[in-house]
């Protein structure tokens, strides 16, 4: 039975092991850098349309406001759905947190969860 050759202790010891190991990582993961560098270096010369413009552009929309009957529009409200204003804050706080994310055409940005692709890294 062929024996089987030695552990390189000195070379254990030393995580000589590890270093190639972990230089040969960085070397994958430059050569990943660079490829995704040279795939955006393409695109971004790419010819561009005037569909390809409107599909990254964001148009923006006016706001109109809701309405109201003309004997109501200087009235406040009489309801409060809030117990202590305490808990208005907290929900408040809570509402401008989650807004990031939220697009929509009313004034209070109520919508759908949206994320701008164009503004993603690459």
Do not use: C
Not at 105 to 115: D, L, M, R
């Amino acid at each position: 039975m062929p024996h089987r050759p030695s552990t390189p202790i000195h070379e254990v010891l030393e995580y000589r092991f590890l270093h190639d190991w972990l230089n040969d990582m960085q070397t994958i993961e430059a050569a990943r850098v660079n490829a995704k560098k040279e795939a955006t270096k393409a695109i971004s010369g790419a010819y561009h349309t005037k569909s390809s413009w409107l599909k990254n552009a964001k148009i923006p929309v006016e706001e109109k406001p809701l309405w109201k009957m003309p004997r109501f529009r200087n009235v406040e409200a009489a309801v409060d759905t809030f117990r202590r204003p305490n808990m208005r804050q907290k929900a408040l706080s809570a509402h401008e947190l989650d807004k990031v994310p939220r697009e929509g055409v009313n004034a209070f940005e109520q919508g759908v969860y949206t994320v701008n692709t164009t503004s993603l890294p690459a």
